[in-house]
């Protein structure tokens, strides 16, 4: 697409500048996803990945539970309740996208 623009500079002359707005893209495409289907997808993903974490945090807790880590077991299990804390927003905010 070609257009022309007018300009009156003072002084009294005018000149125009000619621009061309080339579009190099297909129309074709797929369509990109929407900021709300991309969240929905990194929720999911991100939900199952906290979950993996806090699973191997209990788990590790229990270890240094039998090897008398008293104090390292609990650090375990705070970071395992922490993380299903992230786990419930995440979901929270997953199901607001998806009313």
């Keep these: 697409m070609t257009h022309d623009h007018n300009h009156d ?27 709300e289907q991309k ?12 979950d993996s974490h806090k699973d191997n945090y209990i788990s590790w807790a229990d270890k240094a539970k039998e090897a008398g880590l008293t104090e390292v077991a609990s650090c375990l299990e ?17 199901k607001e996208l998806e009313s």
């Design 78 to 94: 705070q970071a395992g309740s922490l993380s299903q804390e992230v786990t419930k927003k995440l979901e929270e905010a997953l």
């Design 39 to 50: 969240l929905i997808t990194l929720f999911s993903h991100w939900i199952g990945h906290n």
């Design 9 to 35: 500079h003072s002084g009294g002359h005018t000149h125009s500048h000619e621009h061309n707005h080339e579009h190099n893209h297909t129309h074709d495409q797929a369509k990109e996803m929407t900021l």
